[in-house]
């Protein structure tokens, strides 16, 4: 990779937080985590990450309420994000997809992550 990117993890899941890290540097990205959805808009305005990989599922601020306080701040509302989820319903999926973000059902291969962020950072 050419360039690197800035990609920053936000996920409850230790284990899906440090998989999501080791995938994507091995991919060439710099990858910072967040464990919840507030810490990850408060890291994703500090840091202005040129990608987001996001849970859909995680307590307090879920991740359609994360999603939408990042696209509510005008220096991230263009930022891609990438949701995760383990479970799928249309009503939630059709949420995501309307906020501007891109939809992954867990489990995924590390190859199926890298590239789906990588063709966000591209577009």
């Known amino acids: 990779m050419s360039t690197r990117h800035s990609v920053l993890v936000v996920d409850d899941d230790p284990f899906m937080r440090e998989l999501s890290r080791i995938h994507l540097e091995r991919a060439g990205h710099v990858v910072s985590l967040a464990e919840g959805g507030a810490e990850g808009v408060a890291k994703a305005r500090s ?50 997809e309307n906020l501007g973000a891109t939809w992954l059902e867990k489990p995924l291969s590390g190859e199926a992550l890298i590239d789906a962020v990588g063709r966000m950072i591209a577009a």
Not at 73 to 95: C, F, G, I, K
């Open 47 to 96: 840091l202005g990450p040129d990608a987001i990989v996001m849970d859909f599922s995680m307590p307090g601020l879920s991740g359609t309420d994360t999603l939408k306080q990042i696209r509510a701040d005008p220096d991230l509302a263009r930022t891609p994000v990438l949701m995760l989820t383990a479970w799928s319903s249309d009503a939630s999926r059709l949420e995501a």
